[in-house]
């Protein structure tokens, strides 16, 4: 971002609206580091409990203002506007929003890549989804208003609700009583590396992380096994497929 006017009563218009940004990824980042530093106090747990009171009231008291300053008006704390959008509009906005995530997330990777080398960014790597992946399945439990032990029918629908699966494509196999196979048939990173000749990229130290912690997160009587990732051989039809099992 541009530097701007050193006296905040002289911004230009321009100006201002890259301030209000700046103090949207400040607000962001202070809301992560108040949840980080409580779980390190508290651990996990403790810490998810409070992240649910103080998301919902600090989430109300920030829409309510923004609705009053930006004159839209509100449904059970939802802005209208939102939801009047056309729902073609709705699916492209929450693709969108995914294709950010998976972004943001490749930014990352390749900014400790490139100032720190591959073996730092894959360790922040795994270690971020170590913290990530149980947060994410938390957040859909708690949208969702699923049980605390919902068994492998809650993991199945807590997976159609992550970013991932509204901008890869995934399916489900060999379903049992006490089992089920997930799969990735479409991956938007190495579907990108083979349309460049590239091979795949080796995502199984984070695959392992990734879903045991979901899982267990979603239920934790829940055990992954990994049937296949990169770098290991895969079919032409998925790139990695993974066991949940009660």
Not at 111 to 136: I, T
Not at 184 to 212: F, H, I
Request: charged share 30%; proline share 4%.
């Amino acid at each position: 971002m541009n530097k701007i006017n050193h006296n905040p009563d002289n911004l230009s218009r321009k100006e201002n609206a890259g301030l209000i940004l700046d103090f949207f990824h400040r607000l962001m980042m202070h809301h992560a580091m108040w949840f980080a530093e409580v779980r390190h106090q508290l651990g996990r747990e403790k810490a998810w409990k409070i992240l649910d009171e103080a998301w919902e009231k600090s989430y109300s008291i920030q829409i309510k203002r923004m609705a009053k300053i930006l004159d839209f008006e509100l449904e059970d704390d939802i802005p209208k506007p939102l939801m009047e959008l056309p729902e073609e509009t709705i699916k492209k906005l929450l693709e969108g929003m995914a294709v950010n995530w998976l972004a943001n997330d490749g930014v990352w990777f390749q900014a400790v890549e490139f100032s720190r080398g591959m073996n730092d960014a894959k360790r922040c790597n795994d270690s971020c989804w170590a913290q990530f992946s149980p947060f994410e399945a938390w957040s859909i439990k708690r949208l969702l208003g699923l049980p605390e032990n919902p068994g492998l029918e809650g993991l199945k629908t807590a997976l159609n609700f992550r970013l991932y699966a509204f901008i890869n494509k995934q399916s489900f196999a060999e379903e049992t009583e006490n089992s089920f196979v997930f799969r990735m048939n479409q991956c938007r990173v190495q579907d990108a590396r083979k349309r460049k000749g590239l091979d795949d990229y080796p995502c199984k130290s984070g695959g392992l992380v990734e879903y045991t912690t979901f899982a267990e997160a979603i239920d934790s009587r829940i055990k992954t096994e990994c049937i296949c990732c990169p770098p290991d051989k895969h079919p032409e039809e998925y790139y990695c497929a993974w066991k949940f099992s009660i």
